[in-house]
């Protein structure tokens, strides 16, 4: 993989193989993880639905490579779809966008005159980061209603505020993955063990004789 040109490990079809995988991911995490709640993915370092992901388009990029070679994925564009599902599980993972959409609500919609949430901290919740109308989110804890133009309203400005902040937050990690890339890399030579598997696995496209390996 180290040996292909540079200047096309980031290509359109790569990306656009990694978006249309987003809601699939997503989908398939937040009805595991959410719904069922019987399969905590994204709680463990290496995520297995990416993996899978990964695995299956190996298999028809190899079907690719033995009658399309012209067309079939390079390692970095495999690398690339990976990162790019693996991002999106991040943030739609455990404790994070799970958590968060229960949170902008949670604290109206659980108080009550016993627990006195109401005067003790809800009246200095920011009403641009929490929907604090009861009956918006009637529809959202209970269900049985359809969108409407309160809801949109109520949602709007905390959606938008909450957005901004994950936007900021991962312009933030990439600027930590910056400054300590070169010391880890380059000088502290860190293996990243996490990473290992699905490099193994995309290696020549996955061709690399990883799956016929007795030993994994």
Same mark, same amino acid.
């Given at each position: ?14 990306? /656009?193989? %990694?978006?249309?995988?987003?809601? *699939? @991911? @997503?989908?398939? #995490? ?30 028809? @990029?190899?079907? *690719? ?18 990162? /790019?599902?693996?991002?999106?599980? +991040?943030? @739609? ?6 958590? *968060? ?23 200095? $919740? ?5 929907? &604090? ?5 009637? %529809? ?12 949109? &309203? ?5 959606? $938008?505020?909450?957005? /901004? ?14 400054? #300590?890339?070169?010391?880890? +890399? ?10 290992? *598997? ?16 007795? #030993?994994?």
């Amino acid at each position: 993989m180290c040996q292909e040109n540079s200047r096309q490990y980031i290509t359109l079809r790569a990306v /656009i193989i %990694g978006i249309i995988l987003i809601p *699939l @991911n @997503n989908y398939w #995490v937040m009805m595991t993880e959410v719904k069922w709640y019987v399969l905590q993915g994204t709680s463990i370092p290496l995520f297995v639905r990416p993996i899978f992901m990964l695995f299956l388009i190996i298999g028809i @990029n190899l079907l *690719l490579k033995k009658y399309f070679p012209k067309v079939a994925l390079r390692s970095a564009e495999l690398l690339i779809i990976y990162f /790019i599902v693996v991002i999106s599980g +991040t943030f @739609n993972g455990h404790d994070m966008l799970q958590n *968060l959409l229960g949170s902008i609500g949670h604290s109206t919609w659980f108080a009550t005159e016993e627990n006195e949430w109401k005067t003790l901290f809800l009246e200095h $919740v920011p009403s641009w980061l929490f929907v &604090k109308d009861k009956d918006v989110l009637r %529809g959202f804890y209970e269900g049985e209603e359809s969108f409407n133009m309160a809801a949109i &309203k109520a949602w709007l400005f905390p959606m $938008v505020a909450w957005t /901004i902040f994950m936007l900021a937050l991962i312009f933030i990690m990439m600027c930590i993955n910056v400054l #300590v890339r070169r010391q880890w +890399t380059e000088h502290e030579k860190i293996a990243y063990p996490i990473i290992q *598997l699905p490099v193994a696995m995309m290696r020549q496209g996955g061709a690399s004789g990883f799956f016929s390996n007795k #030993v994994m």
